[in-house]
């Protein structure tokens, strides 16, 4: 399976900053997949960042918070702009993997995460 | 609205006795369903997973059973062993969202004692 590497793992930020993460796939992949998971709740997709076009977002997610950046086909970068403190999270990257499941089931691999709290 | 639901928080299990994880849904229109497996400080490892059109899927010591007409499903751990301590998360994809959208739960922390 894909090896997915996220920077950075954790990280305390301040009020009205903003972090990148990045992440980084040991092979091509088309789309690549960010996800949240805040405190004691479920993961939960951002957007859909694909090579060459626009990142695609769910319904709560707006691309002036969550700008995504997808210059080739093994790295995406998602950044938190402007944090409060409802932005500290797990935040995690992933890619899908054809026929790891049953077939017709896409399995997605994910990154360690990038934990960020926001004081 | 949360359409997949883990109603236990928590679960612990001695070393050898059987864990049973449950998850249950609403959404009719999901036709995957899949375990993750979660350790602390690691992303989600995908365990095993199951089509809407069947019952069961066994892979050694972790069998998933699906009941569409109670809209429920459970992950089965025979035997369970300390290494199986984690976060456990039910998933789901609907016929229109197969793209890597999945539907999380909200996890079931399984602790196995010795």
């Known amino acids: 399976s894909a090896v997915i590497s996220q920077k950075p793992s954790r990280d305390i930020c301040q009020r009205g900053t903003s972090l990148t993460i990045q992440c980084q796939v040991d092979?091509?992949?088309?789309?690549m997949f960010w996800y949240r998971q805040q405190p004691g709740q479920s993961l939960t997709l951002i957007a859909t960042?694909?090579?060459?076009?626009?990142?695609?977002?769910e319904s709560g997610f707006v691309i002036d918070k969550f700008p995504i950046s997808r210059p080739n086909l093994t790295f995406s970068t998602l950044t938190v702009s402007n944090m409060s403190p409802e932005d500290s999270s797990i935040y995690l990257c992933s890619v899908e993997e054809s026929n790891r499941g049953i077939s017709g089931a896409n399995v997605l691999t994910f990154g360690a995460g990038s934990r960020l709290t926001v004081l | 609205d949360q359409q997949v639901k883990q109603n236990s928080p928590s679960l612990s299990v001695q070393e050898g006795r059987i864990s049973i994880l449950n998850c249950d849904y609403t959404n009719s229109m999901f036709d995957y369903f899949l375990w993750y497996k979660k350790y602390p400080a690691e992303g989600p490892t995908f365990l095993i997973s199951?089509?809407?059109?069947?019952d069961k899927n066994e892979d050694g010591r972790f069998t998933v059973f699906l009941n569409k007409s109670a809209k429920h499903l459970s992950l089965h751990i025979v035997p369970s062993q300390p290494g199986d301590s984690a976060v456990y998360f039910c998933?789901?994809?609907?016929?229109?969202?197969?793209?890597?959208?999945?539907?999380f739960g909200q996890g079931t922390e399984l602790s196995v004692k010795p």
């Open positions: 092979s091509q992949v088309t789309m």
């Open positions: 199951i089509s809407s059109i069947k």
């Open positions: 960042a694909n090579q060459g076009s626009e990142a695609t977002y």
């Open positions: 998933a789901a994809s609907d016929i229109y969202n197969q793209g890597g959208k999945l539907i």
